[in-house]
């Protein structure tokens, strides 16, 4: 099992909430938002930078900080938000309280799955909020520039406004507050190597770097710094062994990359089993946790996890709505697939098309492509081939559609178990 080091709780990998109505129509209300604006820069830019030097990642702080990240990684938002609004009582819930109550409404209209245009207003709302927080912070940062817990609050601040801003296709402010985040978290480290918080951003920044298509990447290396694979995995690692803040959203961060890209799944098993202990209420660490059971071929212990999912889906449990219904049916599907139960996965994977729905739609997905794999292995070529069109004609382009598209060139054979170790 994977030992880690956590303060009163932890900090999820998607933090928590935010927002202020900057709406305004027409023109008068654009320029009148413009001269609001100005007048609040003004204010944070000519106002002494009072108490600078007393900013601190206190132990209050601390406490209150992963006491709301806990409640929302439990999807327990409502609860999230009053911990976070509580900040706003104590030293530096100026620049701590905006982010955290950002990422909340952030999180919350990406789990419930709202509409784009919805979706659309949280994180402009989020954009307008930060602007005289990344203000105000920076103005403190150079009042007391060796102040390494106000980097790392700060890294914090740039680096998520700098991914909401490449969601919305502010490209040139993205690339400016990533890069700017990154140059904080380094100098972080460059102060103290044991301020291992800083690792977790970093390494996720590593990974995903890393992963740009080579085509991109002369590009990429024109605005932002290299990344490295291995060196961001080996810094996630260390976060989730060593981390204070960091310690869980790097477990989350390590349990997706191993799952997913990395395919090593022996690592990221006692990842999900610490995850899915510490936060039972959130479905999707149950999920995980039963794939992954399966994938090291520990069936009994998938099943045990998708039995688990079944009642609470039967009991109507929060955050276990009969949507997930689906999901459950394909979990099923590849446990049986795993176990080289294939008619009883067949017959999982037709009952998780029958009840699709829009809201799941890649569970959909992966239903057909796991029925093309099943029939490669079974010899069945031209059925085959049709199971990987149908995931095809579903709207999406995520990894079941991937595998299909491969599988479509090259019939699935099978390949090796990765064995829990």
Known sequence: MVQIKVQQGSILEAACEAIVNAANSGQKGHTMRRVITGLVLV???????????????TADVTRQIVRGIDHMANLNYAEAREVFRQLKDLPGGDLLSPLLEGLVDMDQAVQEERG???????LDRFLARMEPVVVRGEALLQATPDNADLM????????????????RKNYLEAYRGIRASHQLFTRVLEMDPQRVDALWPLGLYDYAVSRVPALLKPFVSLVLPTGDRERGLNRLRRAAREGTFAAVPAVVALTRILSGWEEQYAEALPYAELLS??????????????????????????????EAIRIALEQRHPH????????????????AMDAGAHEEALAFFR??????????AWITAWAH??????????????????????????????LAQETAERHLSEPYRGRPRHPRG
Request: glycine letters at 10%; aromatic letters at 10%; a neutral charge.
């Open 43 to 57: 204010l944070f830019l000519v106002r002494p930078a009072e108490g600078g030097g007393a900013f601190q990642l």
């Open 116 to 122: 784009e245009e919805e979706i659309t207003e949280v």
């Open 152 to 167: 790392l609050a700060l890294g914090m601040i740039r680096g998520v406004k700098g991914a909401v801003d490449r969601t």
């Open 277 to 306: 202990a510490r936060y039972p209420g959130n479905p999707e660490f149950l999920f995980l946790l039963a794939f992954l059971y399966s994938e090291a071929h520990q069936t009994t212990q998938a099943l045990s996890v998708a």
């Open 320 to 335: 276990f709505p009969s949507e997930l219904t689906p999901r459950y049916l394909q979990l099923r599907g590849k446990i």
């Open 351 to 360: 009952q998780a098309i029958e009840q699709r729905n829009a809201k799941f």
């Open 369 to 398: 492509t796991r029925t093309g794999m099943i029939y490669d292995l079974q010899g069945q070529r031209d059925r085959a081939v049709q199971s990987y069109h149908r995931a095809l004609e579903i709207e999406g382009r995520g």
